[in-house]
């Protein structure tokens, strides 16, 4: 069900981007296995407070590249899929592994709390934070931003509920500017060969 619902995602958050994405194409354009949302005026910024009670900004990150990804921890295997894939991409850019920032935020604030993420964290990349909406208004406004949708699906008793949610995941360059869209399922190799190429634009 879930996939279903991600398939049918995706081409709206492209068709959204496309525009934008071809306006700042040319020859000598770098190619990205991602999509290329470059320009896009959507996916500014997540200011919420970390698994540690910090407040964030995607401006803490300057120099790094960032991966935003929207879940919850009771995923039973989208979630944990594309946090073990970033811990992989973090691996394979060896040396400039720390450079890259991974971010969660959670779609089921009420049952992730700051103690459930940062364990959840780390399971996968002790550097990499979870961010919680504190409010469900928080996270309705900045899943319209991210352009990312996510539902609460009743589940047998009230705590058994699942949530519906999108899969991709968003890619900010060293200078905090939205960069990339990455499907679900694209991989690690491919998602560090295009890591690699921002931050080789960077230097």
Same mark, same amino acid.
């Given at each position: 069900?879930?996939?279903? #619902?991600?398939?049918?995602?995706?081409?709206?958050?492209?068709?959204?981007? !496309? @525009?934008?994405?071809?306006?700042?194409?040319?020859?000598?354009?770098?190619?990205?296995?991602?999509?290329?949302?470059?320009? !896009?005026?959507?996916?500014? +910024?997540?200011? &919420?407070?970390?698994?540690?009670?910090?407040?964030?900004?995607? %401006?803490?990150?300057?120099?790094?590249?960032?991966?935003? *990804?929207?879940?919850? @921890?009771?995923?039973?295997?989208?979630?944990?899929?594309?946090?073990?894939?970033?811990?992989?991409? %973090?691996?394979? &850019?060896?040396?400039?592994?720390?450079?890259?920032?991974?971010?969660?935020?959670?779609? +089921?604030?009420?049952?992730?709390?700051?103690?459930?993420?940062? !364990?959840?964290?780390?399971? *996968?990349?002790?550097?990499?934070?979870?961010?919680?909406?504190?409010?469900?208004?928080?996270?309705?406004?900045?899943?319209?931003?991210? #352009?990312?949708?996510?539902?609460?699906?009743?589940?047998? @008793?009230?705590?058994?509920?699942?949530?519906?949610?999108?899969?991709?995941?968003?890619?900010?360059?060293?200078?905090?500017?939205? %960069?990339?869209?990455?499907?679900?399922?694209?991989?690690?190799?491919?998602?560090?060969?295009?890591?690699?190429?921002?931050?080789?634009?960077?230097?």
């Amino acid at each position: 069900m879930l996939r279903r #619902k991600f398939t049918l995602l995706i081409p709206t958050l492209v068709a959204g981007g !496309a @525009t934008l994405g071809l306006a700042g194409c040319s020859d000598k354009a770098p190619s990205f296995t991602a999509i290329d949302i470059t320009g !896009a005026e959507y996916a500014r +910024d997540f200011p &919420l407070p970390d698994h540690n009670g910090r407040q964030r900004s995607v %401006r803490d990150f300057a120099g790094k590249v960032v991966v935003v *990804f929207f879940g919850y @921890t009771q995923c039973p295997d989208v979630c944990p899929t594309s946090m073990s894939e970033l811990a992989e991409v %973090r691996k394979l &850019l060896g040396p400039d592994g720390d450079k890259l920032q991974g971010i969660f935020i959670t779609v +089921d604030p009420e049952r992730d709390t700051p103690e459930v993420l940062k !364990a959840y964290m780390e399971n *996968f990349e002790p550097s990499f934070l979870a961010l919680r909406p504190t409010s469900p208004e928080q996270l309705a406004a900045l899943a319209k931003d991210f #352009k990312a949708y996510y539902k609460k699906v009743d589940g047998r @008793t009230p705590t058994s509920y699942t949530m519906d949610h999108s899969a991709g995941s968003y890619v900010f360059d060293t200078q905090g500017r939205i %960069r990339l869209f990455t499907r679900y399922g694209t991989g690690a190799a491919p998602l560090a060969a295009d890591i690699r190429i921002l931050l080789a634009q960077a230097r």
